[in-house]
């Protein structure tokens, strides 16, 4: 409760997140589509993926998949209606290994959402002061253009969107 209030309190202050007018919205040039995957960093991949299949009868867990380029490797387990994304360090500067050096067990790193016009979607957040992490975007695990949005302007939550 207290980790809750504390990032309430985080939110509310500073960047005047709450008191923000998300109201420029052009005429419908993209759609917010389905949920596409929760992302996890997990320490150990391997041991994860077992978690899954056994404990949990996950039958359609993909293969480890190196990601150079995003500095990780990565498992998606397939649900019926969205997927869950297992990612784990690969490299010295690794993004994921920030995260768990501060979250050693692990946990939700971002959450996925599809839109059928990136860079639509990209103008679109910016105009409403959301910072894209990246100025164009980049091709994502799936073999599609992402781009991360500032967890700071999301509410605590690291936003990845992709082109459907």
């Given at each position: 409760?207290?980790?809750?209030a ?14 923000r007018?998300?109201s ?13 995957h929760?992302a996890?960093?997990v320490?150990n991949?391997d041991k994860a ?5 056994n404990a949990?009868?996950a039958?359609?867990v993909?293969?480890?998949?190196a ?5 990780v490797?990565t498992?998606?387990v397939?649900l ?7 990612l784990?360090p690969l490299?010295?500067?690794?993004p994921?290994?920030g995260?768990l050096d501060?979250?050693?067990?692990g ?5 996925c ?6 860079h639509?979607?990209?103008?679109t957040?910016?105009e409403?002061?959301?910072?894209c992490l990246?100025e ?6 799936h073999g599609?253009?992402?781009?991360f949005l500032h ?6 939550t690291?936003i990845?969107?992709?082109e459907?």
């Amino acid at each position: 409760m207290f980790k809750f209030a504390t990032n309430i309190a985080r939110l509310s202050s500073g960047a005047n997140l709450l008191s923000r007018n998300f109201s420029n919205i052009p005429e419908k040039l993209w759609n917010l589509g389905k949920l596409n995957h929760v992302a996890i960093a997990v320490p150990n991949i391997d041991k994860a993926v077992a978690f899954y299949k056994n404990a949990l009868n996950a039958t359609k867990v993909s293969d480890k998949v190196a990601q150079p380029e995003h500095g990780v490797y990565t498992v998606f387990v397939e649900l019926g209606n969205t997927k869950i994304e297992l990612l784990n360090p690969l490299g010295e500067k690794s993004p994921i290994q920030g995260f768990l050096d501060k979250n050693a067990n692990g946990g939700i790193h971002h959450i996925c959402i599809e839109v059928d016009n990136i860079h639509e979607a990209m103008k679109t957040v910016r105009e409403n002061e959301i910072r894209c992490l990246s100025e164009e975007p980049r091709i994502g695990a799936h073999g599609k253009p992402v781009v991360f949005l500032h967890p700071k302007d999301c509410f605590g939550t690291l936003i990845e969107l992709e082109e459907a």
